[in-house]
């Protein structure tokens, strides 16, 4: 089956500590995101990408960083630098960029602080 | 500062009911239009594209209104499975796609 895998489902990250995320698609797309969503929060733009070795930040890339070494994978570390961690981390992947593309969703990764 | 408002609700409506979920965007020059739906600790999903003349989907109906900056979905004969949160979504489409999301408004439909 065609789709975004994020993994792990629930992650635990301890006081100055790095943590990464994972995101791979199986869709061929061309860009993928990722947002971070607080509780009664509308989701907010981390970093996104629109080819390999190349990628942007969005709204909120402090103490976040990404990679884009391969078209399928998309992986997020969240770094010690990000001090309110805690939350919904969701990848999303996106066909090609521009147009009336609409972005699909991995399940998310919850994040929280020990 | 670009912005997607919606209201928070939660909209409570008995099975059967129809409901309408109105949403404004703050950019002009936004392109393309999206509700999605999301289920309670889980990822959004597609629900449906909004079209400039309109569009339905099964109960569902899209209205998109340039001139206003205004985007609806209707909700047509209301079901329990219908209880979600629904996202408007705009595509600012200056040379890239990220999306603006509303906060969503929440749906709780009863028997």
């Not at chain 1, 930040?57 to 960083?65: R, T």
Request: charged fraction near 20%; hydrophobic fraction near 30%; proline fraction near 4%.
């Amino acid at each position: 089956d065609g789709g975004i895998t994020q993994s792990p489902k629930y992650l635990f990250r301890k006081e100055g500590q790095n943590v990464t995320l994972s995101c791979e698609q199986n869709l061929n797309h061309d860009a993928m995101y990722w947002y971070r969503q607080d509780p009664g929060q509308g989701l907010r733009l981390i970093y996104y990408s629109q080819i390999v070795n190349d990628f942007q930040k969005g709204d909120i890339a402090e103490g976040y960083s990404v990679s884009r070494e391969k078209k399928e994978s998309f992986p997020l570390t969240v770094t010690s630098a990000q001090k309110n961690p805690t939350a919904f981390y969701l990848c999303a992947s996106q066909f090609r960029q521009g147009g009336n593309q609409p972005q699909h969703f991995g399940d998310g990764t919850r994040l929280s602080i020990l | 500062r670009k912005e997607v408002e919606q209201d928070p609700g939660p909209f409570n409506v008995p099975e059967g009911a129809t409901v309408a979920f109105n949403c404004t965007y703050s950019n002009s020059a936004s392109q393309s239009f999206f509700w999605y739906r999301q289920d309670c600790r889980k990822e959004p999903k597609l629900l449906m594209s909004v079209y400039s003349s309109g569009n339905e989907d099964g109960r569902f109906t899209a209205q998109l209104n340039r001139a206003s900056q205004y985007i609806s979905l209707l909700i047509r004969d209301s079901k329990l499975s219908d209880s979600a949160t629904y996202l408007c979504v705009v595509n600012e489409n200056s040379g890239y796609s990220t999306l603006t999301f509303g906060k969503g408004t929440m749906l709780l439909v009863s028997p």
